[in-house]
């Protein structure tokens, strides 16, 4: 009998056995390591958005471009990013009458540069090979002038800024696939013209009235990005 009730004493102090253990067995566990430092990254991209109050700024159009992307510390990257595409919007003379006064539309050339940062919300690991991701980028349009328009409007150097969220979903240790959602905000500068009487049509108001309206406007532009990336061993 005694020796029955030590080998009991025995068993409940032994270690618990494999199955009891609680956590994931990391060979099936559904996280992994983002192990890639560095990556291409091939984008498409949607733009939407206001023209502005005259519909002259650039609207929607299709962009695309390439990123390289680089990991900072933890979860954190970094992008340089450039792209480019043609949208379509409306022309202004501002010294025709009323009733010609507007053309168009016409595409306008535009490209984009810009850097940001992306912060993994799975940390540095994926959860089912998905990644979540939040940041924000800022940047500059270049846009290419428009042949037919004199009135002295561009869309040159403009700053543009705005937030993202998105996710990639890394097929393998080297290719990942990213759907990314962006705004971006702009500012339109009006030139002086637009608020000068129309010199082909005398007492005729001008395009813009100074008394109650600006000659700038911010503009805001939702972005859909679709992407492909490739891991680069630097």
């Known amino acids: 009998m005694s020796k029955l009730r030590v080998a009991l004493a025995l068993g409940l102090l032994s270690p618990a056995p494999s199955w009891a253990q609680v956590g994931h067995d990391p060979a099936h566990s559904p996280y992994r390591d983002v192990s890639n430092r560095t990556s291409l990254v091939f984008i498409g991209s949607a733009v939407r958005g206001s023209s502005g109050l005259l519909e002259i700024g650039p609207g929607s159009g299709l962009t695309y471009g390439g990123r ?9 990257d970094a992008f ?11 022309v202004i003379d501002p010294d025709a009458p009323l009733a010609e006064r507007v053309s168009g539309p016409v595409d306008q050339s535009v490209t984009f540069v810009d ?3 992306s912060i ?12 979540p991701y939040l940041g924000a ?10 042949r037919t328009d004199s009135s002295g409007f561009r869309f040159n150097a403009k700053f543009l800024t705005g937030p993202h969220i998105g996710v990639r979903y890394y097929a393998s240790r080297s290719l990942s ?8 905000f702009w500012r ?12 082909r049509a005398p007492g005729q108001a001008p395009v813009l009235d100074a ?11 939702p972005v859909l990005v679709l992407a492909v990336g490739y891991a680069l061993r630097l």
Not at 137 to 143: P, S
Request: aromatic share 14%.
């Open 68 to 76: 390289f992307e680089m990991r900072l510390t933890g979860p954190t």
């Open 80 to 90: 340089l990013g450039i792209s480019s595409g043609s949208f379509a919007r409306l």
């Open 115 to 117: 850097v940001g940062m």
């Open 120 to 131: 993994l919300l799975t940390g540095d690991k994926t959860w089912y090979n998905m990644a």
């Open 137 to 146: 980028a800022l940047g500059l349009g270049f846009g290419r002038a428009v």
């Open 177 to 184: 696939f990213r759907a990314e959602g962006r705004l971006l």
């Open 188 to 199: 339109l500068k009006y030139p002086s013209l637009f608020f000068s009487d129309p010199f």
């Open 211 to 221: 008394t109650k309206q600006s000659d700038t406007e911010w503009t805001a532009h």
